[in-house]
C-alpha cells in the first residue's frame, strides 16, 4: 500500500524557517518524481516544487531562492527546506508522488495527507 506521510509543519513567524519531510513506502521511490503542493485556505491547491528522479529540481516562482526541495533514497524520503516563510506561505503542504508499485505497471499520482504551515505573528 503506497503512504506518503509528512511532517514537520507547524506555526512560525514572518521570516522564520521550517523543514518539511514526507516518509514514503510502497512504490519505487528512486525512480519517482517527488512534488510539493500547498493549498491555503479557499484557494487552488499549487505545484511548489519538485524533484526528479534524477534529482532535477524546479520551484514556483513565489517560492524560488527560499525554498529547497531535496531527496534521500536511502530512507525514501523528501524534504521541503523553507527561509524567510511570509504570511502568503500559510496553507497545508502535500507531498505527491509520481510512482509504480510495480515495474509493469504505469505510473500514478500518490498524495499525502498533508502538514499545516501557518505563518503569523
Known amino acids: 500500500q503506497v503512504q506518503l506521510v509528512e511532517s514537520g509543519g507547524g506555526l512560525v513567524q514572518p521570516g522564520g524557517s521550517l523543514r518539511l519531510s514526507c516518509a514514503a513506502s510502497?512504490?519505487?521511490?528512486?525512480?519517482?518524481?517527488m512534488s510539493w503542493y500547498r493549498q491555503a485556505p479557499e484557494k487552488e491547491r499549487e505545484l511548489v516544487a519538485t524533484?526528479?528522479?534524477?534529482?532535477?529540481?524546479d520551484y514556483a516562482e513565489s517560492v524560488k531562492g527560499r525554498f529547497i526541495i531535496s531527496r534521500d533514497n536511502a530512507r525514501n524520503t523528501v524534504h521541503l527546506e523553507m527561509y524567510n516563510l511570509r504570511p502568503e506561505d500559510t496553507a497545508v503542504y502535500f507531498c505527491?508522488?509520481?510512482?509504480?508499485?510495480?515495474?509493469?505497471?504505469?505510473?500514478?499520482?500518490?498524495w499525502g495527507q498533508g502538514t499545516m504551515v501557518t505563518v503569523s505573528s
Open positions: 524533484i526528479s528522479a534524477d534529482d532535477r529540481t
Open positions: 510502497g512504490f519505487t521511490f528512486s525512480r519517482s518524481d
Open positions: 505527491k508522488a509520481r510512482g509504480r508499485t510495480q515495474p509493469w505497471r504505469t505510473p500514478r499520482d500518490y
